[in-house]
């Protein structure tokens, strides 16, 4: 441990903090008194799926390109899990596999 | 809102959402793992895992967390970049304000572990007929808080025992989310928005580069789903 007890409780705190500050935010905002504003309720409906988009760009944010193995074993993997998932649609196989075939490349191949 | 609870109730939420909730346990297993090991190696036994989970209970900010930990003590910096890092969640809780309108007095919870999982699948799922949808959302955020706290302890543990090359382990999070973005794409429907936010994200990515292109993201997406608000 680098921090001390008490300095690493302090760092719990914070993240919490942080993280609980942008997951109660929507719902103090519209707090089921009045009607739901139609844009937010819109939003509501075209988010989950953009969110999801978000995510999977988000995880390969630090993936180089045109350095290193130019993300060849990234590419390679999410296939894998891309076209596993449409063959099957079995979660386990399609992330379980997909991450076996990525520590594969990185570790032996590239 | 005092709204009363029937015990009864909760265990049949639990269980009718349980099998929605297991691939991401097994999901869960390989970025446990690595988390636990990545504590471990800073000094963090299984009990510490355990408390940064139940309390903070997000674990992609939880990982981030780790090398910074290591480069000093900064409370503040810790603070600002987890509400950053967990922007999205707002959006989440947008997204979901119909379906957790009427979840009292669970609501608290199903708010306070509003992390990435229990986002996908609350927008994935329904109650099943007869049954109370605050039960069933209930069940599955209650299941999924409990893995991750488990697992992630487990993984401290395990850390010590297991020694093996973990490099790419973290990929196992990366492929989970290819997979629940291609459950909403199967929607037709979704599709434009799927696109959008991929193409809104990607554009930030290279433009504002790998630390500071979430939130130019997010604007992003607000911006165009606005203009887009009468076509979508």
């Known amino acids: 441990m680098k921090l001390t007890v008490i300095q690493t409780l302090i760092i719990i705190l914070a993240i919490a903090v942080g993280t609980q500050i942008s997951r109660w935010l929507p719902f103090l905002a519209f707090s089921g008194k009045k009607e739901t504003p139609a844009f937010v309720k819109y939003l509501g409906r075209v988010l989950p799926p953009a969110l999801m988009g978000l995510l999977v760009v988000y995880c390969f944010k630090n993936t180089p390109i045109f350095t290193g193995s130019h993300g060849l074993p990234e590419l390679i993997a999410a296939l894998f899990v891309v076209l596993s998932y449409e063959w099957k649609e079995n979660l386990l196989l399609s992330v379980g596999g997909g991450t076996v075939a990525y520590m594969l490349l990185v570790q032996f191949v590239f | ?232």
């Open chain 2, 1 to 232: 809102m005092k709204r009363k609870v029937e015990i009864k109730e909760v265990f049949r939420g639990v269980k009718a959402a349980f099998p929605s909730t297991v691939p991401i346990f097994f999901g869960w297993i390989f970025v446990a793992l690595t988390y636990g090991v990545l504590m471990e190696e800073l000094g963090y036994g299984p009990l510490w895992t355990l408390l940064f989970s139940m309390i903070c209970f997000c674990g992609g900010m939880q990982i981030a967390a780790v090398p910074m930990m290591a480069a000093g003590f900064d409370p503040v910096q810790m603070l600002i970049m987890s509400y950053f890092v967990n922007f999205r969640h707002t959006f989440y809780g947008l997204a979901l304000l119909e379906k957790y309108k009427d979840t009292q007095p669970f609501k608290p919870f199903l708010i306070y572990a509003l992390a990435d999982e229990p986002f996908s699948l609350a927008v994935s799922s329904d109650a099943p007929e007869g049954m109370e949808p605050r039960y069933f959302f209930f069940g599955q955020t209650l299941l999924l808080y409990v893995y991750w706290c488990g697992l992630t302890a487990l993984g401290s543990v395990l850390g010590k025992i297991i020694t093996f090359d973990t490099t790419g382990l973290d990929f196992a999070l990366n492929a989970l989310f290819i997979v629940f973005f291609l459950q909403q794409w199967k929607d037709k429907a979704k599709r434009p928005a799927c696109i959008i936010g991929v193409a809104v994200t990607l554009l930030a990515r290279i433009a504002f580069g790998p630390t500071m292109f979430l939130i130019p993201a997010l604007a992003g997406m607000l911006l165009v789903f606005w203009l887009g608000r009468n076509k979508l």
